[in-house]
C-alpha cells in the first residue's frame, strides 16, 4: 500500500519534513481512508501520526567570521594622517599670510615645496611672526 501522497499531506499539514513523519503499522487502513486536514490532525492527536524528533547534533556555536582579505578593514597609516593634517594646516597658514600681504608670490611658492618635502616650518621666521593660533 503506497502511502506517499499521504506523507506529503501530513508533512504540509504539521510543518515538518517528509523524512520525520511515522505512521503506526497498526492503523494503516484508518491513514489511508484520511483524506481531509482535519482527519490528519486527528490521526496525529490519537498517535497513529508520529512526528520523529530531529536527529543530529544542533549547531549550538557561532562559526568564527570569516576574515578573509576582502573583509578586513584597516585604517589608514597614521603617520600619513597626521602629515595629511600638518600639510593642510600649513599650506592654509602660508596662504593666510600671503593674502595679508606678509610674503610674497616666490616665497609662498619655496613655502610649499618645503612642506611637500616634510620639513617643519616652525622654526621659519614667517612663522615666528604669526599669531599663536597657526602653530
Same mark, same amino acid.
Given at each position: 500500500m503506497n502511502l506517499r501522497k499521504k506523507k506529503e499531506l501530513a508533512a504540509r499539514i504539521l510543518k515538518v519534513g517528509k523524512e520525520r513523519i511515522i505512521f503506526s503499522q497498526q492503523r494503516l487502513n484508518e491513514i489511508k481512508e484520511a483524506i481531509t486536514k482535519q482527519d490528519i490532525r486527528d490521526?496525529? %492527536?490519537?498517535?497513529?501520526?508520529?512526528v520523529r524528533e530531529i536527529s543530529g547534533r544542533r549547531k549550538n556555536v557561532n562559526k568564527r567570521k570569516s576574515r578573509g582579505p576582502g573583509k578586513v578593514k584597516? %585604517?589608514?597609516?597614521?603617520?600619513?594622517?597626521?602629515?595629511?593634517?600638518l600639510t593642510r594646516k600649513l599650506r592654509a597658514h602660508i596662504k593666510?599670510? #600671503?593674502? #595679508?600681504?606678509?610674503?610674497q608670490q616666490d616665497k609662498t611658492d619655496n613655502l610649499r615645496k618645503k612642506i611637500r618635502n616634510k620639513i617643519s616650518l616652525v622654526g621659519l621666521p614667517v612663522f615666528k611672526k604669526a599669531p599663536a593660533t597657526y602653530r
Open positions: 490521526l496525529k %492527536r490519537d498517535g497513529a501520526i508520529t584597516k %585604517r589608514v597609516n597614521k603617520r600619513k594622517r597626521d602629515y595629511i593634517v593666510d599670510l #600671503r593674502n #595679508r600681504g606678509k610674503i
